[in-house]
């Protein structure tokens, strides 16, 4: 089984900075694409950054600039460094694996966080 779990929410004021993990473990085979998505209340679940295993990068408009997505494949982990935060930017982030498991190794499927809750106070 896959697991992946969070780190690293909490309040901060407008301005300040945190940092997300995602750790993924498991039975896994190989960990493609991760990235990071949030959620704010009424709102759809929105794509802030992806990072594949090369460390090519994607940002949402709304966050680049500020916030930068890493991965260290080694422990596969994810990680959003998260800057000059906006009360905007408060919402649930999930963290999300596309990988192959070791018992069906040649198909790549999503795996999801539960989530941690980032809340920015004005």
């Known amino acids: 089984q896959v697991q992946l779990v969070e780190s690293g929410g909490g309040l901060v004021q407008a301005g300040g900075s945190l940092r997300l993990s995602c750790g993924a473990s498991?039975?896994?085979?190989?960990?493609?694409?991760m990235g990071w998505y949030r959620q704010a209340p009424g709102n759809q679940r929105e794509l802030v950054a992806t990072i594949t295993s090369g460390g090519s990068t994607n940002y949402a408009d709304s966050v680049k600039g500020r916030f930068t997505i890493s991965r260290d494949n080694a422990k596969n982990t994810v990680y959003l460094q998260m800057n000059s935060l906006k009360p905007e930017d408060t919402a649930v982030y999930y963290c999300?694996?596309?990988?192959?498991?070791?018992?069906?190794?040649?198909?790549?499927?999503?795996?999801w966080g539960k989530g941690t809750l980032v809340t920015v106070s004005s």
């Open positions: 999300k694996a596309d990988l192959q498991v070791k018992v069906v190794p040649n198909q790549s499927v999503n795996y």
């Open positions: 498991g039975s896994i085979f190989r960990v493609n694409v």
